[in-house]
């Protein structure tokens, strides 16, 4: 299911951009998928089918753009890492 937003906009605004409705309108998309992706509002996944493109080519065009793409704290590091461990030497133990 999809919904429709109408928002107006000046076509000043449009000029000084130097893009017609429909360019505006995607880029507006990819702008408030990649607000949301930061805030952590929107998966990687969901940002990417908000802003209208596969996942890789989102993730392609954030890193063309230069945008963290996983940004994960250290405590979340050390923790997967431990939690990996713990799996190894379960792992480990049942051969």
Do not use: W
Request: net charge negative; with cysteine; aromatic share 8%.
């Amino acid at each position: 299911m999809e919904t429709n937003i109408h928002l107006k906009i000046d076509t000043t605004i449009l000029l000084s951009l130097k893009r017609d409705s429909v360019e505006f309108s995607k880029d507006l998309l990819y702008c408030t998928a990649l607000v949301l992706y930061r805030k952590n509002k929107l998966s990687l996944g969901k940002a990417s089918e908000l802003a209208g493109f596969s996942r890789m080519d989102f993730v392609h065009k954030l890193q063309i753009e230069g945008e963290t793409i996983f940004d994960y704290d250290l405590t979340y590091l050390e923790e997967t890492s431990e939690s990996l461990n713990r799996i190894k030497q379960k792992m480990k133990d049942n051969n």
